[in-house]
């Protein structure tokens, strides 16, 4: 259907049975490389936890760096005995915790997004998100662990 096709009459009160409305066509047609709607709430899932994650990190991240670097003097006094005394309070685990890991899946998130997005073949998605599952995986548990079973006594 072009432009030509569509006759304006001027007002939509001119529709009638013997002149109904142009039928306007979807801009893009299903193909057979179109994927079915299969997910179900997932992406609706994903795309309201980057919403409140990302409020709740731009909170976490501002309060860390005005706690670090304005009221404790700076990145200068940032050293192992520094790290080992805030990591000997439970408050400032949790927190480098919650930052860790609504930072990691935050991320995960956006770039398994990016990948269905621009990633054409099946094979090549499903490989490089499982790819970025392991590695978010990997990096969540060696910082949890780190932060939970941090000794400052290392001789």
């Known amino acids: 259907m072009t432009t030509s096709d569509i006759k304006l009459t001027g007002s939509s009160s001119e529709i009638s049975p013997e002149n109904p409305a142009p039928v306007i066509e979807a801009p893009r047609a299903r193909t057979a490389k179109t994927p079915k709607a299969t997910r179900g709430n997932f992406e609706m899932y994903g795309w309201l936890f980057m919403r409140l994650s990302g409020i709740v990190l731009v909170v976490l991240v501002i309060g860390h760096l005005l706690i670090q670097l304005v009221l404790d003097g700076g990145v200068s006094k940032v050293s192992f005995a520094f790290v080992a005394g805030r990591w000997a309070s439970p408050f400032w ?21 990016v990948i269905n997005d621009y990633a054409e073949r099946d094979n090549t998605r499903f490989w490089l998100k499982m790819l970025l599952y392991a590695a978010t995986i990997f990096t969540v548990l060696l910082g949890t662990l780190v932060i939970f079973t941090f000794d400052p006594n290392i001789r």
């Not at 685990?93 to 998130?109: C, F, R, V």
Request: no cysteine.
């Open 93 to 113: 685990q949790a927190w480098d915790l919650i930052m860790l890991w609504l930072a990691m899946l935050h991320g995960a998130n956006g770039l398994r997004t």
